[in-house]
């Protein structure tokens, strides 16, 4: 946010039911307990998404996809929002923003926020490999372990049905 001049950041993760996770920066405790609820990827943000593509625009509210915001959310005029694509996928997004009266965002902020979205996306991406591989890893010996247990049990019920 610093490199860029934003206000207000939030990053996303994507599945598919829209979004996942949604970590934000620079609302007060006051500002997120007024919203009803944290954005679900309609309107602007989600266009980021869908579209696969970078998104910058001077006024957020002019946009032909902005949907507006819920009654007491702050101010917001400038608008930065970049998807997080690794492998031709989309993982996430990062939305920047920052309040009226300030200059738009640049096309420099556009590539460090690019550069930074990529980065995101391939974290993203070996986080759910790792947690794929110690599921897998955690998957087999377990596997093992609940037939070892049940062949046991078997032979335990046949063997007092045998002596019976």
Same mark, same amino acid.
């Given at each position: 946010m610093e490199i860029t001049g934003a206000h207000y #950041?939030?990053?996303?993760?994507? #599945? =598919?039911? #829209?979004?996942?996770?949604?970590?934000h920066r620079g609302l007060s405790e006051e500002d997120v307990a007024a919203l009803p609820h944290f954005p679900v990827g309609d309107g602007l943000l989600g266009a980021v998404v869908d579209e696969g593509r970078p998104i910058r625009c001077s006024d957020l509210s002019s946009h /032909?996809?902005?949907? !507006?915001? *819920?009654?007491?959310?702050? @101010?917001m005029e400038a608008f930065? !929002?970049? *998807?997080?694509?690794?492998?031709? =996928?989309?993982? #996430? @997004?990062?939305?920047?923003?920052?309040? /009226? !009266?300030? /200059? *738009?965002?640049?096309?420099?902020?556009e590539q460090a926020s690019g550069a930074l979205a990529s980065m995101d996306a391939v974290a993203l991406h070996h986080a759910a490999l790792s947690a794929r591989a110690s599921t897998a890893e955690w998957s087999a010996p377990c596997a093992s372990s609940q037939?070892?247990?049940?062949?046991?049990?078997? @032979?335990?019920?046949? !063997? =007092?049905r045998d002596s019976a």
């Amino acid at each position: 946010m610093e490199i860029t001049g934003a206000h207000y #950041g939030a990053a996303v993760t994507v #599945g =598919e039911d #829209g979004f996942k996770d949604f970590l934000h920066r620079g609302l007060s405790e006051e500002d997120v307990a007024a919203l009803p609820h944290f954005p679900v990827g309609d309107g602007l943000l989600g266009a980021v998404v869908d579209e696969g593509r970078p998104i910058r625009c001077s006024d957020l509210s002019s946009h /032909p996809s902005s949907i !507006g915001f *819920p009654n007491a959310h702050v @101010a917001m005029e400038a608008f930065l !929002g970049v *998807p997080m694509i690794v492998r031709d =996928e989309i993982v #996430g @997004a990062l939305y920047l923003t920052k309040t /009226p !009266g300030t /200059p *738009p965002f640049t096309t420099s902020d556009e590539q460090a926020s690019g550069a930074l979205a990529s980065m995101d996306a391939v974290a993203l991406h070996h986080a759910a490999l790792s947690a794929r591989a110690s599921t897998a890893e955690w998957s087999a010996p377990c596997a093992s372990s609940q037939a070892a247990i049940s062949s046991s049990r078997s @032979a335990r019920s046949s !063997g =007092e049905r045998d002596s019976a």
